[in-house]
């Protein structure tokens, strides 16, 4: 399937961003995948509602996952949305109708549309089709459906508002975290210095001065 990227742009969020690059690097990537993830849930949903449906199975691919990459000395997550290649289920089989579909091989077909075209086999005698093979296929042009550039237009202002809020109370909780743990740090090492010291007596003497 073609490739189409989208990104999404978070507006004063300088100081969060900043703050995001402050903390450890996988911690600051969980913080980012997880973010991601949760913005990205009305896209998904706005597809599947604007997806063409023929057997259904495109609807039912269509899905997000979400990838996690070293950038030279830092971390990166990458949330990639659209059919999924390996999806299964009782469903998916029943759609299948016993045929090879692949909704990754032909979604970007239904989003940008076709072409007037003749399919012939390349090595076999004849194509597999379902009623009988055949040595050639006419294949009349179809018009853009663009599901998923729809999908997007309507959902972006959602998902660059659920992504920021999701940064600045994921941020908050790692960097409370982080203050958490320093201060068990120093009472431990506290505790650890007075158990070290040798007890020694210690006299008191009530009485006039």
Same mark, same amino acid.
Do not use: C
């Given at each position: 399937?073609?490739?189409?990227?989208?990104?999404?742009? @978070?507006?004063?969020?300088?100081?969060t961003? !900043?703050? @995001? &690059?402050?903390?450890?690097?996988?911690?600051?990537?969980?913080?980012?995948?997880?973010?991601?993830?949760?913005?990205?849930?009305?896209?998904?949903?706005? =597809?599947?509602?604007?997806?063409?449906?023929?057997?259904?199975?495109?609807?039912?691919?269509l899905?997000?996952?979400?990838?996690?990459?070293?950038?030279? !000395?830092?971390?990166?997550?990458?949330?990639?949305?659209?059919?999924?290649?390996?999806?299964?289920?009782?469903?998916?089989?029943?759609l299948?109708?016993?045929?090879?579909?692949?909704?990754?091989k032909?979604?970007?077909?239904?989003?940008? &549309?076709?072409?007037?075209?003749?399919?012939?086999?390349?090595?076999?005698?004849?194509?597999d089709a379902?009623?009988?093979? @055949?040595?050639?296929?006419?294949?009349?042009?179809?018009?853009?459906?663009p599901?998923?550039?729809?999908?997007?237009?309507?959902?972006?202002?959602?998902?660059?508002?659920?992504?920021?809020?999701?940064?600045?109370?994921?941020?908050?909780?790692? =960097?409370?975290?982080a203050?958490?743990? !320093?201060?068990?740090?120093?009472?431990?090492?506290?505790?650890?210095?007075?158990?070290k010291?040798?007890?020694?007596?210690?006299?008191?003497?009530?009485?006039?001065?």
């Amino acid at each position: 399937m073609a490739k189409v990227g989208n990104s999404l742009e @978070l507006r004063g969020m300088e100081a969060t961003l !900043s703050a @995001l &690059g402050d903390l450890d690097r996988k911690v600051a990537q969980t913080i980012l995948a997880a973010s991601i993830t949760k913005a990205s849930k009305p896209y998904v949903k706005a =597809a599947r509602k604007r997806v063409p449906v023929d057997t259904g199975l495109l609807k039912l691919s269509l899905g997000a996952v979400t990838r996690k990459y070293r950038a030279g !000395s830092g971390r990166i997550a990458v949330r990639v949305m659209g059919p999924r290649v390996k999806f299964a289920g009782k469903k998916a089989e029943a759609l299948r109708q016993g045929m090879n579909r692949r909704p990754h091989k032909y979604a970007h077909l239904v989003e940008f &549309g076709t072409e007037a075209h003749t399919i012939q086999p390349k090595r076999a005698a004849a194509l597999d089709a379902p009623i009988r093979p @055949l040595s050639v296929v006419d294949v009349t042009g179809g018009r853009p459906r663009p599901f998923m550039r729809q999908a997007w237009d309507v959902t972006v202002r959602r998902m660059e508002h659920i992504l920021a809020q999701e940064l600045k109370k994921r941020i908050a909780k790692a =960097a409370e975290d982080a203050r958490r743990r !320093s201060r068990e740090r120093q009472q431990r090492g506290v505790a650890a210095k007075v158990t070290k010291l040798k007890p020694r007596r210690i006299f008191a003497t009530v009485g006039r001065i």
